[in-house]
């Protein structure tokens, strides 16, 4: 006997059909409690708007009896979730893009016994995964025990059920089912996941929804990149193995993810490996917070090649990129390797990108307490854009590393 699995064909809709019919038979038998109605749902229909969305799938069973291809279960993969999904408190939560769904699975009641519906489910992870997905989501009427005690032996838990009208059945109680199905890192953050953390963190970067932050502390992700990247550099395959796939998967959904990666490569001890990652992460960063974290310690060892890729990275049209070229000039030239063309690079660039700009106001705040004089030349000759130039005397004013003395003269220079 062999199960095999595929997109369904506009072929199979009469095989499709004949389930469906076939199901409302058998609970109007008495012999399950799918909780299903002929004529209401799942019908026709249904089956013809999943074929022209492309997301139907079938089951064939080859054996003895059947030697051709027999069409004995069916279901829809997708990663539609429908209204009522929003009323459940799901414990594994996150963004659409990260959530598959299985709706409708139907197994012929003649094909019972055969391990269709569990192997069905399992095809439908090997999906979801290759498309990257760590969450799953799937309902049932709450009167189908039989599905659920098949789900829960999978290893689905049951987080919420829903009172609702469903697909024209009055009087549902959906039971909603989960199952978190991503990689070791990404289970191990879940583990860390702290959610005041990831609401407040969320309300510091702009532009970013809710749902995509897990909420991991930043010394926990600093803590796990080391423990990643130190395991795959002492021949332990898995963790080799394990850090590879995750760098090599951009960009990633989650900001503590991101953050990971950015830890990760700054742990990197050959540089030109280090920068190769670098390079390929860049254009994926989104935020200032994931920038700003990026901060490769074998970069200090090799200042003179970083230069070449520094003058290329404050060319870019990619915010985050020019803010990390300006980013390494304040963490690497600001002290005994410093040169004032590289001060002036700075001061030539003008944006109407708020982090670029703020990163700027930041550089030249730095450059105020380390390279004092050719810093206050760039001031005291307005050489930045005004809102630039008042942002870094106020941040110059905030720091610790300006005197009083320094501060009240740096008052005196603002642009009214």
């Known amino acids: 006997m062999g199960l095999t699995f595929r997109k369904a064909t506009s072929d199979d809709l009469e095989d499709i059909v004949r389930i469906y019919e076939k199901s409302h038979d058998a609970e109007e038998a008495g012999l399950t409690t799918t909780g ?4 209401i749902y799942p019908v026709r229909s249904v089956a013809e708007a ?4 492309g997301d139907m799938y079938v089951a064939d069973l080859t054996d003895e009896e059947h030697p051709e291809p027999w069409v004995i279960a069916t279901g829809v993969i ?3 979730q429908v209204d009522v ?17 299985l709706h409708t ?55 919420g059920v829903v009172p609702t009208v469903f697909n024209g059945l009055k009087n549902v109680d959906l039971v909603m089912m989960e199952k978190f199905v991503g990689t070791d890192i990404q289970r191990r953050l879940r583990e860390m996941q702290d959610v005041k953390y990831a609401d407040f963190q969320m309300a510091l970067i702009p532009g970013k929804e809710r749902g995509r932050a897990i909420g991991v502390r930043t010394p926990q992700l600093r803590a796990l990149a080391k423990e990643l990247y130190r395991a795959s550099q002492k021949g332990d395959e898995t963790a080799q193995r394990e850090v590879e796939d995750f760098l090599g998967k951009l960009p990633h959904k989650y900001f503590d993810e991101m953050q990971l990666h950015a830890f990760i490569i700054s742990e990197i001890k050959d540089y030109d490996t280090c920068m190769a990652e670098a390079e390929r992460f860049l254009p994926y960063i989104d935020n200032w917070a994931t920038c700003d974290q990026l901060s490769p310690k074998v970069f200090r060892k090799h200042k003179q090649e970083l230069l070449t890729h520094i003058d290329r990275w404050l060319g870019s049209d990619h915010t985050y990129t020019v803010r990390f070229g300006m980013l390494m000039l304040m963490q690497h030239f600001l002290d005994e390797d410093f040169d004032i063309s590289y001060m002036d690079r700075i001061a030539e660039i003008r944006s109407d990108e708020y982090y670029i700009n703020m990163m700027i106001a930041w550089y030249f705040a ?4 380390k390279q004092p004089e050719p ?9 930045l854009a005004k809102w630039t130039h008042n ?26």
């Open 85 to 101: 999904y929003a009323d459940c408190d799901w414990v594994y939560k996150g963004p659409d893009d990260d959530v598959c769904v």
């Open 366 to 369: 730095t450059a105020l307490a």
């Open 105 to 159: 699975l139907a197994v012929d009641p003649d094909a019972r016994g055969k391990g269709a519906g569990p192997a069905f489910v399992q095809f439908w992870e090997g999906l979801a995964k290759d498309a990257g997905c760590s969450i799953l989501r799937i309902d049932t009427n709450a009167l189908n025990k039989r599905a659920r005690r098949m789900y829960a032996k999978l290893g689905y838990i049951e987080s």
């Open 36 to 39: 299903w109605k002929r004529g």
């Open 78 to 80: 997708n990663q539609i």
């Open 50 to 53: 999943s074929l022209s969305r």
């Open 375 to 383: 810093a206050l030349a760039v001031i005291r000759e307005q050489r």
């Open 391 to 416: 942002k870094a005397i106020q941040k110059a004013i905030e720091s610790r590393r300006i005197t009083d003395e320094q501060k009240a003269y740096l008052r005196t220079l603002k642009i009214r």
